[in-house]
């Protein structure tokens, strides 16, 4: 019997996908909205903050400042966020072309960037997944999965204190592009992002060897460029314009080690902290470390070995500091680099029932995210479902 309602469901799953959303032209951008829609349901963002008639955010504080003066020197000695973020600089200065001063107007204008961005990278997701399947229902399912998972929901939920959805959106275009010319500026702007996202570049070479293997020598020669540009021009703001005080250790100790003491207080929360960032999707890199395995005879073993050392070190670096789902998000080239490699060697039926166990499993499991505590990303009926609770209770209570 619950066999038979769990074909049913999966049977109606596939007809709304294949007779509503993968039809007709416009088809993608179909999926694309009904990605951003079912965010908007599931996690709804907290707006409510712009009408709040105190906006004392430090975070907002901070990047209302940096618009401001984006290379100006620092006066106040900082947190390691913002400290960081002061060279995190693509979206200040998208900020700083939109000419305002007002501080709701600035955190607005980057909360509407990132929601636009949001839809584009929905958009190019399904089309990568489309161009590697061939399969609308495949490629839709894998795609709508990205709406339960922290990395999409960031570009709405984000409300532009985090800024990290930069991040995620231009890592996706350095992995759609087949131009030279927008690779190298995505490559730019996204270290100009987050540097974080030059930490964990290296994966994207056995993505341009899988993808793009024609191209790959040429690729990796402008990947090589924009990193000696982005340090360069580092290197020259730093001693020349964006000067201050150094920031203050979250975790001092006599050694001064700040991120390996984060490390050590955080590792008991590890084990639920590592799987918050792609819930269901964790299949698929677990099915990574498969083809790492097959392929140490190959050729191509040293980009497996690369991207793999990458991974590996994307799991200490992410522990190492506050934000840790945040961080560790920015390895989703490999859901993309699997998905490749499982439509080489694999049947299209058990891949596409990958796909599913993913997109279902991510749907039923709740998305937190891990900054030092746990926060759950809440749906939009949430908090009326709460305050009703709240107020039979207390009608109960004072019976």
């Not at 066999?3 to 509503?20: E, G, Y």
């Not at 951008?29 to 707006?47: E, G, K």
């Not at 790959?216 to 020259?236: A, Q």
């Not at 020349?240 to 001092?252: E, R």
Request: contains cysteine.
């Amino acid at each position: 019997m619950i066999q038979k309602a769990l074909s049913s469901l999966l049977v109606q799953s596939d007809n709304f996908i294949s007779s509503f959303l993968a039809v007709g032209k416009f088809w993608k951008v179909r999926v694309a909205a009904f990605s951003c829609f079912l965010i908007l349901i599931f996690s709804f963002p907290n707006y409510h903050y712009f009408f709040s008639e105190k906006n004392h955010d430090y975070s907002w504080d901070f990047i209302h400042q940096k618009v401001k003066d984006p290379f100006g020197e620092n006066k106040q000695r900082l947190g390691t966020n913002e400290f960081n973020k002061q060279y995190r600089l693509t979206p200040i200065l998208l900020a700083k072309m939109f000419h305002t001063t007002h501080k709701l107007r600035v955190i607005g204008f980057l909360t509407l960037a990132e929601h636009l961005m949001g839809g584009i990278f929905f958009y190019l997701a399904l089309k990568l997944a489309y161009e590697i399947t061939g399969n609308k229902v495949i490629s839709s399912y894998f795609c709508l999965g990205f709406s339960f998972l922290f990395l999409g929901k960031d570009f709405f939920w984000d409300l532009s204190s985090w800024l990290i959805p930069f991040a995620y959106f231009f890592t996706l275009i350095t992995m759609a592009t087949r131009d030279t010319r927008i690779l190298f500026l995505s490559l730019f702007l996204n270290f100009w992002s987050d540097e974080r996202s030059l930490l964990f570049s290296p994966i994207l070479f056995l993505w341009w060897k899988l993808y793009i293997p024609h191209k790959f020598n040429r690729f990796s020669l402008i990947y090589m460029m924009s990193i000696l540009s982005y340090l360069g021009s580092r290197y020259y703001l730093s001693s020349h314009y964006i000067k201050g005080l150094a920031s203050y250790a979250l975790h001092q100790r006599n050694t001064g080690a700040d991120y390996f003491w984060c490390l050590y207080e955080q590792f008991k929360f590890i084990p639920l902290g590592i799987a918050l960032p792609f819930e269901g999707y964790w299949l698929f890199i677990l099915f990574f470390l498969v083809y790492v395995y097959q392929n140490r005879h190959t050729a191509d073993f040293k980009w497996f070995l690369l991207a793999l050392v990458t991974f590996l070190g994307a799991l200490i670096v992410s522990f190492s500091i506050l934000d840790t789902t945040k961080s560790l998000a920015l390895i989703f080239p490999l859901l993309f680099i699997t998905l490749k490699l499982m439509h080489r060697t694999e049947t299209s039926a058990f891949l596409k029932n990958t796909v599913m166990v993913a997109f279902f499993t991510s749907f039923l499991y709740p998305t937190y995210y891990f900054k030092g505590d746990f926060e759950w990303m809440a749906p939009i009926y949430a908090k009326p479902i709460r305050e009703i609770t709240g107020y039979l209770l207390n009608t109960f209570a004072n019976i």
